[in-house]
């Protein structure tokens, strides 16, 4: 687990913005840090660099420095990047060393070098089971492969621009470095996808000039021509396997590390599946965090603690602090674009004091994307009989958004999911960005699905679960130095679950397909008879004590930070809503407060770049 990032260019890059880069990567990787240059021609240079690998580590597999990176080949000709974790390659490296491959490390990563020296990028792809952005490049076809997994829980930020140049990264504040001033122009449809979202969906990023990566798709970069080939390598499909015997299995594959392991345990069924098939494992020495809120009717701490002592593991109950001021930026600095999940506050305050005790932690991410346990998807799926079929109601903007039936009827059925837990709705974007027409969404389309709760699930899979569920996750555990492991993701389990047929797969209450994998929990503790919490902080709490001072001048800051994109008037209308009483915005005035950290933040860093 660690953070990569590399450059390819028609001249030498300075020193001064080589280290820029890997200091953008420091939290994802404390172990060790290390550069590898080239000249284009493919001759080594760490002074001069025309081309270049940058590794930093966060050791979990074979921790010795020689599983360091970046790593090579023993003719030197072959190089690897890696980020990641990939499980359950053992067997196939003893079958590279029955056929006289020789090891040098005990890590994943050297498998993945020495598969691909033996395979090649296109066979070795469907052998890497679990998580990963991978570059490796191989001077004897002077080719540079980059891939993101399947499911997209590895980030990856690149950017392709004037003759062939091409840079990569786990950061877009690691990759704005490397590459020339005009690529890092704000972007005006990544912000109006922000404003849509609360987070920008891939391909773009808030810049113009970088582009992430979609979750299942790999890139090819020729050195020669400078020409970028990306294509699909997976889409969700259906699969053979007991889900599960296959979960058990991708449990047991995520707790081998060479250091401590953990888990976050809340009081719903995902994570509590995963706590209680490890305890069934044997695993009773692993220790569960659950995030508190002191005095909060949310606070699933206590329930955590009931759960984890039945099942014969250590407890520890994080507090989240009542006050965030003194973090806030730097909380969206780890968020390194504009980024607003709530829930990515607290869960930055566990991380941090998790990664105290513990360098892995097992997550129960993805559950309600499989199974449809968000209650959106049953409120949404009440109108499915409208399909394409939509008024042609036009609307005035209007940023307090009063109109919102009518914004739902002027939309197909499939556009208006995106009202469901927007940011901004299209009446209120058309007011903050008056300039810009106000699109339904930014999504990209999910493969076609048989029901309309498939096609709603597929959406989620292509969109929300990668770009916004997995990246808040990675990134807040990634800012403290710790891995986190999503064994419901696994994509063997995955395409197991979706072979299911319906009346399985989707239940009321949801999810009833792990109800055996907790077997034996007494009814008092069982989430199958709790009230579905969420994980939501005291937000109003922050927003009218620790956050209160930077609503003046918000307005202004924001036309000015956004290259006069947002209108100061209708940005001010709305915190002034807020205040008055109207608590419905909370979310959204969190939204601009992020978005003003964020925008400041990233336009100092292209200053000092310049």
Same mark, same amino acid.
């Given at each position: 687990?660690?953070?990569?990032?590399?450059?390819?260019?028609?001249?030498?890059?300075?020193?001064?913005?080589?280290?820029?880069?890997?200091?953008?990567?420091?939290?994802?990787?404390?172990?060790?840090?290390?550069?590898?240059?080239?000249?284009?021609?493919?001759?080594? %240079?760490?002074?001069?660099?025309?081309?270049?690998?940058?590794?930093?580590?966060?050791?979990?597999?074979?921790?010795?420095?020689?599983?360091?990176?970046?790593?090579?080949?023993?003719?030197?000709?072959?190089?690897?990047?890696?980020?990641?974790?990939?499980?359950?390659?053992?067997?196939?490296?003893?079958?590279?060393?029955?056929?006289?491959?020789?090891?040098?490390?005990?890590?994943?990563?050297?498998?993945?070098?020495?598969?691909?020296?033996?395979?090649?990028?296109?066979?070795?792809?469907?052998?890497?089971?679990?998580?990963?952005?991978?570059?490796?490049?191989?001077?004897?076809?002077?080719?540079?492969?980059?891939?993101?997994?399947?499911?997209?829980?590895?980030?990856?930020?690149?950017?392709?621009?004037?003759?062939?140049?091409?840079?990569?990264?786990?950061?877009?504040?690691?990759?704005?470095?490397?590459?020339?001033? %005009?690529?890092?122009?704000?972007?005006?449809?990544?912000?109006?996808?922000?404003?849509?979202?609360?987070?920008?969906?891939?391909p773009r990023t808030i810049f113009s000039g970088l582009?992430?990566?979609?979750?299942?798709?790999?890139?090819?970069?020729?050195?020669?021509?400078?020409?970028?080939?990306?294509?699909?390598?997976?889409?969700?499909?259906?699969?053979?396997?007991?889900?599960?015997?296959?979960?058990?299995?991708?449990?047991?594959?995520?707790?081998?590390?060479?250091?401590?392991?953990?888990?976050?345990?809340?009081?719903?069924?995902?994570?509590?599946?995963?706590?209680?098939?490890?305890?069934?494992?044997?695993?009773?020495?692993?220790?569960?965090?659950?995030?508190?809120?002191?005095?909060?009717?949310?606070?699933?701490?206590?329930?955590?603690a009931g759960i984890a002592k039945h099942l014969g593991?250590?407890?520890?109950?994080?507090?989240?602090?009542?006050?965030?001021?003194?973090?806030?930026?730097?909380?969206?600095?780890?968020?390194?674009?504009?980024?607003?999940?709530?829930?990515?506050?607290?869960?930055?305050?566990?991380?941090?004091?998790?990664?105290?005790?513990?360098?892995?932690?097992?997550?129960?991410?993805?559950?309600?994307?499989?199974?449809?346990?968000?209650?959106?998807?049953?409120?949404?799926?009440?109108?499915?009989?409208?399909?394409?079929?939509?008024?042609?109601?036009?609307?005035?903007?209007?940023?307090?958004?009063?109109?919102?039936?009518?914004?739902?009827?002027?939309?197909?059925?499939?556009?208006?999911?995106?009202?469901?837990?927007?940011?901004?709705?299209?009446?209120?974007?058309?007011?903050?960005?008056?300039?810009?027409?106000?699109?339904?969404?930014?999504?990209?389309?999910?493969?076609?699905?048989?029901?309309?709760?498939?096609?709603?699930?597929?959406?989620?899979?292509?969109?929300?679960?990668?770009?916004?569920?997995?990246?808040?996750?990675?990134?807040?555990?990634?800012?403290?130095?710790?891995?986190?492991?999503?064994?419901?993701?696994?994509?063997?389990?995955?395409?197991?679950?979706?072979?299911?047929?319906?009346?399985?797969?989707?239940?009321?209450?949801?999810?009833?397909?792990?109800?055996?994998?907790?077997?034996?929990?007494?009814?008092?503790?069982?989430?199958?008879?709790?009230?579905?919490?969420?994980?939501?902080?005291?937000?109003?709490?922050?927003?009218?004590?620790?956050?209160?001072?930077?609503?003046?001048?918000?307005?202004?800051?924001?036309?000015?930070?956004?290259?006069?994109?947002?209108?100061?008037?209708?940005?001010?209308?709305?915190?002034?809503?807020?205040r008055e009483g109207n608590r419905r915005y909370a979310?959204?005035?969190?939204?601009?407060?992020?978005?003003?950290? %964020?925008?400041?933040?990233?336009?100092?860093?292209?200053?000092?770049?310049?």
């Amino acid at each position: 687990m660690c953070g990569i990032a590399g450059f390819f260019l028609p001249e030498v890059l300075p020193r001064t913005a080589i280290d820029a880069a890997i200091d953008a990567l420091r939290r994802r990787g404390p172990d060790a840090a290390h550069v590898t240059g080239w000249r284009r021609d493919g001759s080594r %240079s760490d002074t001069d660099a025309e081309c270049g690998l940058l590794h930093r580590r966060l050791s979990i597999r074979d921790p010795r420095p020689e599983a360091d990176q970046p790593m090579r080949n023993d003719a030197g000709d072959i190089w690897i990047c890696y980020n990641g974790e990939v499980y359950g390659w053992e067997d196939d490296a003893a079958a590279l060393a029955r056929e006289g491959v020789v090891f040098n490390t005990r890590s994943d990563t050297e498998f993945i070098l020495r598969g691909y020296e033996r395979w090649g990028f296109a066979a070795l792809l469907p052998k890497l089971r679990g998580m990963f952005a991978l570059a490796i490049l191989d001077w004897r076809t002077r080719t540079l492969w980059l891939a993101r997994d399947r499911l997209g829980l590895k980030p990856l930020i690149y950017h392709h621009g004037d003759e062939g140049r091409f840079a990569f990264g786990s950061l877009v504040r690691a990759v704005m470095p490397l590459v020339p001033a %005009s690529a890092r122009k704000l972007d005006a449809d990544g912000l109006a996808a922000y404003l849509a979202h609360r987070y920008i969906p891939a391909p773009r990023t808030i810049f113009s000039g970088l582009r992430r990566l979609e979750n299942g798709h790999l890139l090819r970069y020729d050195l020669d021509s400078g020409k970028l080939e990306n294509r699909a390598y997976w889409q969700p499909a259906a699969g053979e396997g007991e889900p599960l015997a296959l979960l058990d299995e991708a449990i047991g594959l995520r707790t081998v590390a060479d250091r401590p392991v953990g888990v976050f345990l809340s009081s719903g069924v995902d994570s509590v599946v995963i706590a209680s098939r490890l305890a069934a494992q044997g695993h009773k020495d692993l220790s569960t965090y659950t995030a508190a809120f002191a005095g909060s009717t949310l606070d699933e701490s206590g329930a955590a603690a009931g759960i984890a002592k039945h099942l014969g593991l250590r407890h520890e109950r994080i507090e989240v602090p009542n006050t965030i001021a003194a973090d806030f930026d730097e909380i969206v600095a780890t968020l390194d674009e504009p980024f607003a999940d709530p829930s990515a506050l607290p869960m930055w305050y566990l991380s941090r004091q998790t990664s105290e005790q513990v360098k892995v932690v097992l997550c129960g991410d993805g559950g309600d994307e499989l199974f449809a346990g968000y209650k959106r998807y049953r409120q949404h799926l009440r109108s499915s009989w409208r399909g394409g079929f939509r008024l042609p109601l036009p609307y005035k903007p209007d940023v307090l958004g009063r109109n919102k039936l009518a914004q739902e009827a002027g939309l197909s059925w499939g556009d208006a999911y995106s009202l469901r837990f927007s940011g901004f709705s299209p009446q209120q974007r058309a007011a903050l960005m008056p300039t810009r027409p106000a699109r339904p969404h930014y999504w990209r389309d999910g493969v076609a699905a048989a029901s309309p709760v498939e096609s709603l699930l597929n959406r989620d899979l292509a969109n929300y679960l990668p770009e916004y569920i997995l990246r808040k996750a990675d990134l807040v555990t990634m800012a403290h130095g710790l891995e986190g492991r999503a064994p419901l993701l696994d994509h063997h389990f995955v395409a197991s679950v979706l072979a299911q047929p319906a009346a399985r797969r989707f239940t009321d209450p949801a999810k009833q397909l792990l109800a055996p994998a907790m077997a034996g929990l007494p009814d008092a503790l069982n989430p199958f008879l709790q009230k579905k919490r969420g994980f939501n902080p005291p937000l109003t709490h922050w927003l009218s004590s620790d956050l209160a001072d930077r609503y003046a001048g918000l307005g202004a800051r924001l036309a000015v930070n956004s290259d006069g994109l947002l209108d100061a008037v209708a940005v001010d209308t709305l915190v002034a809503a807020y205040r008055e009483g109207n608590r419905r915005y909370a979310e959204q005035v969190l939204q601009l407060l992020m978005l003003d950290a %964020s925008l400041a933040q990233l336009k100092q860093l292209d200053t000092e770049l310049r």
